[in-house]
């Protein structure tokens, strides 16, 4: 999707990246059956990302793009109990766009099953989501009043004992040009200032502050056995 809009046919530009991670990642693999999969992984991709380009096309022209897959690294300052702390807050955007009076936050998923409304339901809790809103405001001065999550169906077509991949492959391209809808879906949530800053003050700032009373208790050997005698290091 970073590469969406480069002015190249969509099926030149996804055949150009899976062939350099084909070469990259040929050269750790140790079997056959490794590299039957990397070869059924990337041989969706190939499939998939031609059809969601095309199934998108109007939306995505219609939409001004304020940035596309643009990564963020922001200095963040909030309180603990020993006073304020600042660490750095970095990750990657799917986009931010606007048309007419929103201003929103697209964030791309892939899943095999789709529920749509716990998807909405879930926004106000999902960390990574709500984390990407704050950080727009941080980064541009303007709180977004909207996100449109991009929904990509995981293919599950059943494949076949013994069958070989290209006819499988077909098989499963056939099915998505069968039903696109079924396969690319975009949902809109609306958000708030107030939702976002109760994320802050509920949710970022308390995780923060323990994250920096775990690090300073052992940030003198962050990757040796003495960490687990902090009172403060868990097993995530």
Same mark, same amino acid.
């Not at 590469?3 to 040929?26: E, K, L």
């Not at 003198?220 to 403060?232: C, I, L, T």
């Given at each position: 999707?970073? *590469?969406?809009?480069?002015? +190249?046919?969509? +099926? *030149?530009?996804?055949?150009t990246i899976t062939s350099q991670y084909r070469s990259h990642r040929s050269k750790t693999i140790t079997g056959s059956g490794e590299r039957d999969t990397?070869?059924?992984?990337?041989?969706?991709?190939?499939?998939?990302?031609?059809?969601?380009?095309?199934?998108w096309h109007y939306d995505d022209h219609n939409i001004t793009w304020i940035e596309r897959e643009a990564k963020f690294k922001l200095n963040y300052e909030?309180?603990? *109990?020993?006073?304020?702390?600042?660490?750095?807050?970095?990750?990657?955007?799917?986009?931010?766009?606007?048309?007419?009076?929103?201003?929103?936050?697209?964030?791309?998923?892939?899943?095999?099953?789709?529920i749509e409304k716990d998807i909405i339901a879930n926004l106000h809790a999902d960390? +990574?989501?709500?984390?990407?809103?704050f950080c727009t405001y941080l980064s541009t001065g303007k709180y977004p009043n909207e996100v449109k999550y991009n929904v990509i169906r995981r293919p599950d077509v059943y494949r076949r004992k013994n069958e070989p991949l290209h006819p499988y492959l077909q098989r499963v391209k056939e099915d998505i040009k069968s039903r696109p809808e079924?396969?690319?879906?975009?949902?809109?949530a609306a958000i708030t200032s107030s939702d976002i800053q109760h994320f802050v003050a509920k949710t970022l700032n308390p995780v923060l502050a323990l994250f920096v009373q775990w690090y300073d208790s052992v940030k003198k050997n962050p990757v040796g056995s003495e960490r687990f005698q902090s009172p403060y290091h868990f097993l995530n």
């Amino acid at each position: 999707l970073e *590469h969406q809009f480069c002015g +190249q046919a969509p +099926q *030149h530009v996804i055949n150009t990246i899976t062939s350099q991670y084909r070469s990259h990642r040929s050269k750790t693999i140790t079997g056959s059956g490794e590299r039957d999969t990397l070869d059924y992984i990337l041989g969706l991709a190939e499939i998939v990302y031609p059809q969601y380009c095309e199934f998108w096309h109007y939306d995505d022209h219609n939409i001004t793009w304020i940035e596309r897959e643009a990564k963020f690294k922001l200095n963040y300052e909030f309180p603990t *109990h020993e006073g304020q702390r600042q660490v750095t807050l970095r990750g990657m955007r799917d986009g931010i766009y606007s048309y007419g009076s929103t201003y929103g936050v697209f964030e791309t998923k892939t899943k095999s099953k789709i529920i749509e409304k716990d998807i909405i339901a879930n926004l106000h809790a999902d960390m +990574q989501t709500m984390m990407y809103c704050f950080c727009t405001y941080l980064s541009t001065g303007k709180y977004p009043n909207e996100v449109k999550y991009n929904v990509i169906r995981r293919p599950d077509v059943y494949r076949r004992k013994n069958e070989p991949l290209h006819p499988y492959l077909q098989r499963v391209k056939e099915d998505i040009k069968s039903r696109p809808e079924f396969y690319f879906m975009r949902y809109t949530a609306a958000i708030t200032s107030s939702d976002i800053q109760h994320f802050v003050a509920k949710t970022l700032n308390p995780v923060l502050a323990l994250f920096v009373q775990w690090y300073d208790s052992v940030k003198k050997n962050p990757v040796g056995s003495e960490r687990f005698q902090s009172p403060y290091h868990f097993l995530n």
